[in-house]
């Protein structure tokens, strides 16, 4: 099979942020990807039409405009306008944001730790901030919509250039102005940019023989240090967990072959998660090999709004597997594969290539994972609730089985850190420990850095 997991990517909800605030998936050999990809292309002729109209809005703003344009400034605007209305997810990247997303690819990268969506009016949308950094420390919450930064108007016009505004020398102050559902005025928020290295994986033990492990985020080492974990913890237990939560709230995702090797850690065979494009490159399928590190023993994973694409993954893998019991409320819905494709001047497009599938062959594209068991919390909490979903983005990637927002909000009601201490009770269940045997739920399991 190609090494098809090293070229595309799934990225995050929000692109841009991948560059700024999230490490993106390595692109290895980019030009050999670029160069095949439009060797694939199918030959079509643009109606000579199109092309005359073009010349003339081009001549016209040359030469009418109120002030001079140069020829690359109103090409660059014409490629980002045919990337921006196709999906939120594909986009013109400059050379500057394309070095970002390199530099964050390396693990390391100056900015505030947030995961964001630009909206039709080019304010700002979070998708979560990341566990332990600034801006979770600041009080950026899921749902908040940045309208100003220092006080100026957002004025990118795509959310890979909002994200440079984010950027800054460690230390340095920046002021958001958000709006927050449920305040009657805007918010100034003061965060101070740090440099971000997100710790990916963190565990315990709930209780003896009961493990927990938060992924906040798939990178690249993200398979080693969940084995590393899981192997701690099984000492911890006497050689054998009885039970392990896996947290996945508000966690965005990150690299596809990260979730890949996540899920592998506990499946002995099967399809992880397969995609399909319109070409031959674009289809690729993952399988499991041998080797289940708490061998057979039950799982819990905990999802929400902010559990997005990678984590997508890692869910339906194994939900669709018969291998984890999925708690809490339906997921983000980003099933979108993208291709980073270089340009000769040092900018690329990042174009949306192909739709991912879960083992039973259903794509989640706008609909998410729905929980086995359904949790939400209390009005107010938009991490654990509603929140945005992929499905509420403008010009978003049509699902098969789209679902809207607002439709699925049953279940048990809980606050705050109940959530683990609900998943605790449900793997007791599951390994055979009877309430009567048990002690009582953990009350301050709650998820590190949260």
Known sequence: MRLF?????????????LAQEAPPSTVEEPEDVALEAQDALPESQVPIAEIQRYVAVFRAVKQAYVDPVSDQELMQGAIRGLLQDLDPHSAYLDEDESEALDEAAAGAYDGIGVELVQQPDRTLRVIAPFDGTPAARAGIKPGDVITAIDGRPVAADSTEGASTELRGPPGSTITLTVLREGEPEALDIRVKRETIRIVSVRGRSLEPGFGYVRISAFQTDT?????RHIYGLSAEAGGKLRGLVIDLRSNPGGLLNAAVEA???????GVIVSTRGRLPIADSEFHATAGDLIEGAPIVVLIDAGSA???EVLAGALRDQKRATIMGSRSFGKGSVQTVLPLDNGDS???????YYTPSGRSIQAAGIAPDIALHAPEGDRAATGGLRESDLPNHLAGDDEVRDGTYAQGE??????YIDR??????????????????????????AR
């Open 263 to 269: 899920a592998d850690s506990f499946l002995d065979e």
């Open 423 to 448: 998943a605790l009770a449900e793997l007791k269940r599951l390994a055979g420990v009877a309430p009567a045997q048990a002690a009582a739920p953990a009350g301050e399991a709650t998820p590190d």
């Open 5 to 17: 997991v090293a070229t595309l990517s799934l990225l995050l909800p929000c692109a841009a942020a």
């Open 413 to 418: 009601i809980l606050a705050g850190d109940s």
């Open 309 to 311: 694409s990678a984590s």
């Open 349 to 355: 497009i990042k174009l949306t290539t192909a739709r």
């Open 223 to 227: 398979g080693r240090e969940l084995a």
